[in-house]
């Protein structure tokens, strides 16, 4: 292994890979400070122009924007009280407190220190984990990843839908919408109503700008006439509030570690996101805290727990996609995609077929977190200012970057007739508490699902109890009624005390 | 707006299109005999679908007929729908023009317009970034990507 990570350090140190590294980073702090534009949202934009180069440079440039996607989102957090997603209601909470003290360039310090700890030890354990447990995964035969891929289904469906039912049923719509198009196994034409043009089945990309992307421009123009927020660092004449310094550094580094601990292991679970893992960490450091009065009024602790966890997540979401082929959240879900398009099939088979790309796309997800924290702190004041560029000059690019995005994938103008009407369907989704990202799970996987359900049929004959033989099938079955379980435990705590939503998370503006 | 009405509506709507799947045999055309079938997993998860859609629709109806006031995520806010109309209008409208008139004549026109419609007032630099962002998409995909933006077709 230790060869293997030497040799994605050559590869990912050259000229190509660093340029769209510093690219990456830029593009993710610029959109993730914009208010209404998401982490999501930049890497489904830039994903189109990352095809027609290598996959190394194309994947470290997508995770780049991802990784500073997610801390840009802390910027308007922290400066104008406008979380960009629910993960960063708590650091909104505490680094706003500390903005309206003047010490706005403290809350930009720790939450870019705790935010790159967190990402860099989620890397670490992606880099160690990841391959052992895709030699265990190797073992799996056709029958064991049909359990698997159920277990992925009912986990997903459960934990990230609004209800258990709607969950299920975003992931049912992106399985039937999946299933358009010529059968891979049987080369027969499926729900194409006569139209050639659906033989292909519906394209990946437009999809996926028109489910993901544009509900958010559209909300947006929904609230066109909430008034614009001007993004601003407050100074305070004194130089010890516009920093971090080493000590207080040290004082909360304990607080990093753990969260960032809590937040590798919620991220290796599939379903769970940052928005969970920002909270429980929040909640454990509150508890251990030996100023637990401090938090929500502006404390540094707060704010080191919630970002650490937060941006953990980030590193450890790739542990279920790369390992076992399950995209644990919306943006993994997103990255899959993008490994597919590039011809490299996330599972276990990834270490052993690529492994040079692979290695070299962990060596840049560490080297991303170095850049992220030099151009972060030399550039705050610029990446301020442009995302602070008013609405109606960002969003007219957006509708453009998306509109040539889901032309590029084909070149064909059918494809923007299916971006258009995904973009009504993902909207509509989300108003009737269907949730996209698990129906694009569901798009994805069911290909994989297919293909291995027939193998598996093929293999056991008429003799359907050998389906049950294995013991890998007994375990999946039970984790799948665990996590049911589970969601349904947290969904009843949920209810009790309910958390802030992203609508609310705006509106509190 | 109240969710649960729509939720009703929308729940009829897919168990009727899943029942439709479950019973019609034309929505296959052609292909190799398999275990399987082409049809085996699309019929699984129409029934799936009839569960969950039933599910739901069940307990809005449930929560409706009880006279209860809607929760939550269970009100719609419509305000500002209007916006979200127009601007599909301008993106449909985009799509119909582009493979006649060009991207880079359509989508100056398409920005302002989008611009406008989010209250943007600043005609100078709207103007600008209106025209140069899609001379900078155009050449830089022509040259770096060799994607190939429709251009003028009206001669």
Redo the contacts between chains.
Sequence with gaps: MFDNILSGFSAILAVGPILGIITGVVVGIIFGAIPGISAIMAIAIILPMTFYVDPIIGITMLLAVYKAGIYGGSISAILINTPGAAASFLTALDGHALTKAGKAGKALDISLFSSVSGEMLATLVLILVAAPISAISLQAGPIEKVFLLLFAFTVIGTLAGESIPRGLLSCCLGMLFAMVGMSSITGASRFTFGFTELMAGFTFTPMLIGILVMPEVLNVIRRRRVPHHQLAITRSPNPADNRISFPEFRSVFRTILKSSGIGTFIGALPGLGSSTAAFIAYGEAKRTSKNPQKYGKGSVEGIAAAESANNAVCGSSMIPMLTLSIPGDDVAALLMGAFLIHGLTPGPMIFFEHTETIYAIFAGFLITDLFLLGIAKSGFSFFVKVASLRRYYIFPCVTVFAFTGAFTAGQNMDDILVLIAFTAMGYGMRMVGLNPAVFIVGFILTPFFEQNLDQALAIVGTEYHLLFASPFSWVFIALSFFFIYSGMRMRKKTAKNPPATEEECAQST | MD?RK??VG?STF?IIIAVI?LTNDN?????????????F??RI??G??IA??A??GI?SLKSLLSGAKPE??EE?IT???G??FV??GI??G??LA??HLGFLIT?PI???A???????R?WV??IT??VI??VL?FYG?RE???????TWTLT
């Design positions: 969710r729509i939720d929308l897919l799947i929505l296959v055309e052609g292909g190799a005999e398999t275990d399987l079938g082409s049809m997993l699309p998860v129409a799936l679908i969950f859609a599910t739901i307990q939550g995520g719609i305000d500002g729908f916006g979200i601007y599909i993106f449909i985009y799509w582009v493979p989508t398409v920005m302002l989008i611009a406008i419609l989010l209250g943007g600043n630099p709207m970034i209106s962002t899609p998409i995909s770096f990507l060799r994607v190939f933006l429709p």
